[in-house]
């Protein structure tokens, strides 16, 4: 299959021998200042725009988010569990097996990218009018919308393609392509919103066109290389029984995903009713947060990436110390992120619009919500470990009970019983993550006298 009888070489990291702390360290910051830069994408069109178009506009983009997150995250689903197939192959070293498994991985990542790109192009206008956009913003939501999902195969083919790299330890590559096509967003942003006067369209133009790049430098790294993750473009195809596999410990954690993104689209209809001004607020605010969220989904996917391989190499104790510290870790870079942001709310939302009525909302979001994101960090990092052990319906069940179930009940019985107010209707949120943790903390310590006492077959 191979041109070469590969080694394993410095690019990739094997997790299973050496410091855990020093692994879990050197894989999760690089990749946390790539998920830094892909935020950049999104953030940096809510910046401009909302300072050089309007707030109806920023309003737009806010509106748009739940509906992206909804697909790039089923298929984020997909690349997670193709990442622990992998994680768990590099660990075992069945170098066969892990080649099959890049290149049914990205088959499949072609595939489902046209599907997903026609889907959602067709459904963009019901989308919208699921969430009650108001009418001052439903055009250019649309407009934006319709253009970042026509070119959103970029961004899928890259997170399959720098997933593979991750799965054997190299964050450092993918970090590279995302700061330079980062760099590429915010020029094109400048230029076709500032210098050139196509407003939201500009922007979403903007991140499609870098985002065809990161993917088209991905593709020719894996192309090139002569590493155990190769892709070779002649022996391309699907394997079932690996596509079985990658989409046993995938499809839940994708179903998860959309279901909560589109639960998340009914609390954006419960912001939408406030006006456009609590909109852009939100909006705003959610841009923010991602500030905390980007190190705390750094340390999961690192959490998932060192216990795969080490349960490939069946180091079981070796895989609970390293869940261990990666929680640790989380918790207090959560802290500390979350007490600036809190203390520099109005400035920070300032960033988005002068407007002063969306920088009051913006920092009440931030006042209510930040520290429960601790909370979150929990949640996030031992479904992460979970699905590197292999169970991914587990955490499947209960994110989607806290996330979904449990914040519906909240906001209507809060909407209609209680107060309908913007405060307590973006508390939802940390109400969510509070009864996911106290679930996953028990679920967790059940699963791991199991795997200790049991063993885990992947």
């Known amino acids: 299959m191979l041109k070469s009888e590969p080694k394993i070489k410095s690019r990739m990291t094997d997790m299973t021998e050496g410091p855990v702390l020093r692994h879990i360290l050197l894989f999760a910051v690089p990749l946390m200042l790539g998920n830094l830069f892909q935020m950049l994408y999104n953030t940096v069109d809510s910046v ?35 990442g622990v197939i992998i994680s768990h192959r590099f660990g075992a070293k069945e170098t066969d097996s892990l080649h099959t498994a890049v290149e049914t991985s990205m088959a499949a990542t072609f595939i489902l990218s046209i599907a997903m790109t026609v889907f ?17 913003v439903f055009a250019e939501a649309a407009s934006y919308l319709t253009i970042y999902i026509a070119g959103i195969s970029g961004l899928l083919i890259y997170n399959m393609g720098s997933g593979i790299l991750r799965a054997v330890g190299d964050s450092r590559r993918p970090l590279f392509f995302l700061v330079l096509t ?3 967003n915010i020029g094109l942003d400048l230029l076709f919103v500032i210098v050139f006067k196509l407003g939201i369209e500009g922007a979403a133009y903007a991140t499609v ?137 109005e400035p920070a939302v300032r960033l988005f619009s002068p407007d002063q009525e969306v920088i009051s909302y913006g920092a009440l979001f931030i006042h209510t919500n930040v520290f429960f994101f601790l909370v979150n960090c929990i949640n996030h990092t031992l479904a992460g470990a979970l699905r590197g052990y292999g169970d991914s319906r587990g955490p499947m069940v209960i994110l989607l009970t806290g996330f979904v179930a449990v914040r519906q009940i909240y906001l209507y019985v809060l909407t209609h019983y209680i107060s309908n107010t913007p405060k307590w209707v973006g508390f939802g949120y940390p109400v969510g993550w509070m009864a996911t943790g106290v679930m996953i903390v028990i679920y967790y310590a059940v699963k791991k006298r199991k795997f200790n006492t049991s063993g885990i077959t992947l």
């Open 48 to 82: 401009i725009v909302g300072n050089f178009v309007g707030k109806q506009a920023l309003a737009a983009i806010g509106s748009t988010t739940m509906i992206v997150n909804m697909l790039v995250f089923f298929f984020n689903g997909f690349s997670a569990g193709a």
């Open 209 to 345: 066109i870098s985002q065809a790049i990161s993917a088209f430098l991905t593709l020719r790294l894996l192309s090139v290389s002569r590493e155990i993750y190769a892709l070779s473009w002649k022996d391309l195809r699907i394997e079932m029984q690996t596509l079985k596999s990658i989409f046993s410990l995938g499809l839940p954690a994708g179903i998860q995903s959309v279901l909560t993104a589109f639960s998340n689209i009914f609390v954006q209809s419960y912001i939408n009713v406030f006006g456009s001004g609590v909109m852009a607020g939100w909006s705003s605010y959610n841009k923010l947060d991602q500030f905390i969220m980007l190190p705390m989904q750094s340390v999961a996917m690192a959490a998932t990436t060192f216990v795969s391989q080490n349960v490939g190499a069946k180091k079981i104790g070796r895989a609970d110390r390293g869940t261990t510290v990666s929680v640790l870790m989380i918790l207090a870079v959560s802290a500390a992120i979350a007490s600036l942001l809190y203390h520099f709310a």
């Open 182 to 184: 980062s760099i590429l």
């Open 120 to 136: 959602g192009v067709a459904n963009v206008r019901p989308m919208l009018r699921l969430m009650a956009t108001p009418d001052d």
